[in-house]
Every structure is written in C-alpha cells, then in structure tokens.
T-cell receptor, first 114, second 115 residues
Framework: AQTVTQSQPEMSVQEAETVTLSCTYD???????LFWYKQPPSRQMILVIR??????QNATENRFSVNFQKAAKSFSLKISDSQLGDAAMYFC???????????FGTGTRLQVFP | DAGVIQSPRHEVTEMGQEVTLRCKPI?????LFWYRQTMMRGLELLIY????????DSGMPEDRFSAKMPNASFSTLKIQPSEPRDSAVYFC?????????????FGQGTRLTVV
C-alpha cells in the first residue's frame, strides 16, 4: 500500500529566512505525481506545488521549490524568504499516474515569527 | 465557477443521530473524493468516485458510513448512527480525473461535532 510520511509535526521559521519541510513516501510504482498543499486557518486547501515523477528537474513556484529524490522516495518543500502569510498546515500528497487516488501525509504545522 | 461547495459548514448533533454531509463538485470534474481530517490522523481518504461510480471505499471506517453519488453534480456522505469519535472536519474534493496531473480542488469542509 502507498503511504506518505511527514515526520515533522511542527516547524518554525523567522520571517525572511528559509525553511524545509520533509516528506517521504512508499510506493512500488514508477509513474506518479507528488503535491504540496497549504491549509491556512481558514481551512481552505490550496495547492502550492506539484511534481511529476518522470521529470528529473525539481519544480519551483516563486518562493517555493522542491527537492525530489526519486530513488530515496523523498519530496521536501523549501520555502525561501518566509512570510507571515506562509504560516499554515502543509500537507504532502501522492497520486499514482493511472488512478485518481490522492493520499496525504499527516501534515506539518509551520509557524512564522516576525 | 464557484468551486467545490459543501454544506453545511458546521454541524452539531447528538450521538445516535443520522448526519448527512453534502457536496457539489466543480462542473466538468469526473472524480470526487471524501476526506476526513483529524489532528491524530491528518487527511484520510474515505472514498472516491470516478464518473459517479465508487472506485475505492477502503478508507470508509465502518458500516455506519455510506456515500452516494447519484449524478455528476451531487454527492452525500452519511453517518448513521453518529458517535463522538466521528467528530472531525470532512472535506469533499474534485478533480478532472484520468491521466492528467491536475490537482484536486477542495471544498471549505464541514466541521462535525457529535456530542
């Protein structure tokens, strides 16, 4: 069975600094997608970034980038120049290529201090 | 598009009562998901549908839970009878589906409290 593990229940960072959130997954599949979602206090789930497993290049979206290590089954999220608005729960998610089943980790709560 | 619409936003009910949560997916999306969020377990996938057909219900905790999708624009998640341990936030999400790397779009969730 596929699983997604986020080993950091909570993280904190100072404004303008960089923080990295960890995610590992377990799968026997070779084709899949990985996602990071953000959930602010409003409860809304917002897609931050996605990565296709067949792409070697790490995805980037402005201040957000990933370090995708396929052999190690690792998918970490780096937030640069952290802002107060980045404070939220962050969820890592996995989806097999030819299905729609989307599986989430348990989340990491990120606090940003001024 | 208004996005995924869930109702109600909040529900408080007494143990033993039936609870029905509702979801309207984004028009044109073929896949619909029901998730449960708790502090301990994070986001658990309960069930998902593709083209109104349940594909995987292995996450449904027990027979007290049931989900239906009578048409492409409506789904329900029912708990009967409800128990205090069912208290959680329940999310509905939809996606285009198929071999497309689109993300799932989530509703605002229903916070269920069973007392």
């Amino acid at each position: 069975a596929q699983t997604v593990t986020q080993s950091q229940p909570e993280m904190s960072v100072q404004e303008a600094e960089t923080v990295t959130l960890s995610c590992t997954y377990d799968t026997s599949e070779s084709d899949y997608y990985l996602f990071w979602y953000k959930q602010p206090p409003s409860r809304q789930m917002i897609l931050v970034i996605r990565q296709e497993a067949y792409k070697q290049q790490n995805a980037t979206e402005n201040r957000f980038s990933v370090n995708f290590q396929k052999a190690a089954k690792s998918f970490s999220l780096k937030i640069s120049d952290s802002q107060l608005g980045d404070a939220a729960m962050y969820f890592c998610a996995y989806r097999i290529y030819n299905t729609d089943k989307l599986i989430f980790g348990t989340g990491t709560r990120l606090q940003v201090f001024p | 598009d208004a996005g995924v619409i869930q109702s109600p936003r909040h529900e408080v009910t007494e143990m033993g009562q039936e609870v029905t949560l509702r979801c309207k997916p984004i028009s044109g999306h073929n896949s619909l998901f029901w998730y449960r969020q708790t502090m301990m377990r994070g986001l658990e996938l309960l069930i998902y549908f593709n083209n109104n057909v349940p594909i995987d219900d292995s996450g449904m905790p027990e027979d007290r839970f049931s989900a239906k999708m009578p048409n492409a624009s409506f789904s329900t998640l029912k708990i009967q009878p409800s128990e205090p341990r069912d208290s959680a936030v329940y999310f509905c999400a939809s996606s285009v589906g198929g071999r497309v790397s689109t993300e799932a779009f989530f509703g605002q969730g229903t916070r269920l409290t069973v007392v």
